[in-house]
């Protein structure tokens, strides 16, 4: 399985700023998603990270609040922008080989926002 | 739409055995489940797809009722590594290759 490489495992920010969150995987996979967990709650996605086109966002996740990035088949970012407490979750990046295979995950970046 | 898990919680002793169930309100094209452990990233556990097959992993199984859009997750002589949050995802198509997460149930097993 492919191993998914996160930056940064944790950070803290002020309200107002941005963060990019990086996703690095060791081989070329197709699908890709974003996750978001808040605090005892369940995965929810937020986009599918698409190469080399926009990403689909899920009801309630807009792309000015969490542009995504996928240049290549190995590789995407996702910014959480004009950041607020409210945007204090982990952000876990995801991969999918193909279509019967497991959804493996990065190990998280853990946004503290301040 | 998000699927719907029960129970909430279980707590169990050293050797007992739970059933976790995940509940769709769409049709569903497969169904994963998945351990979080705290601090952790999910892992994996199994997957099943429309058929009503039966997957198994060690003592660790699973069925999928497509008609009725339900899996249970079965954990037999359960034991202390078996703790943790499970969750299950649902996938409506193959297309977007996307999975829709239950709200998770939380296990613990006791010595």
């Known amino acids: 399985s492919a191993v998914i490489s996160q930056k940064p495992s944790r950070d803290i920010c002020q309200r107002g700023t941005s963060l990019t969150i990086q996703c690095q995987v060791d081989?070329?996979?197709?699908?890709m998603f974003w996750y978001r967990q808040q605090p005892g709650q369940s995965l929810t996605l937020i986009a599918t990270?698409?190469?080399?086109?926009?990403?689909?966002?899920e009801s309630g996740f807009v792309i000015d609040k969490f542009p995504i990035s996928r240049p290549n088949l190995t590789f995407s970012t996702l910014t959480v922008s004009n950041m607020s407490p409210e945007d204090s979750s982990i952000y876990l990046c995801?991969?999918?080989?193909?279509?019967?295979?497991?959804?493996?995950f990065g190990n998280g970046t853990r946004l503290t926002v301040t | 739409q998000q699927p719907v898990q029960s129970p909430q919680a279980v707590i169990l002793r050293e050797g007992e055995d739970a059933v976790i169930n995940c509940s769709s309100s769409?049709?569903?094209?497969?169904v994963h489940w998945y351990r979080q452990k705290h601090g952790e990233a999910p892992v994996f556990l199994m997957i099943?797809?429309?058929?009503?097959e039966q997957k198994g992993h060690e003592k660790i199984s699973a069925s999928f009722n497509e008609k009725k859009q339900q899996s249970s997750l079965y954990l037999t002589a359960s034991q202390l590594s078996y703790s943790g949050t499970y969750f299950c995802?649902?996938?409506?198509?193959?297309?977007?290759?996307?999975?829709?997460f239950g709200q998770g149930t939380t296990l613990q097993v006791k010595p």
């Open positions: 995801s991969t999918r080989d193909r279509e019967y295979s497991p959804l493996h």
């Open positions: 081989s070329q996979v197709t699908m």
């Open positions: 990270a698409n190469q080399g086109s926009e990403a689909t966002y």
């Open positions: 769409k049709a569903l094209y497969s």
């Open positions: 099943l797809l429309k058929g009503g």
């Open positions: 995802g649902t996938a409506v198509s193959s297309n977007t290759g996307k999975l829709i």
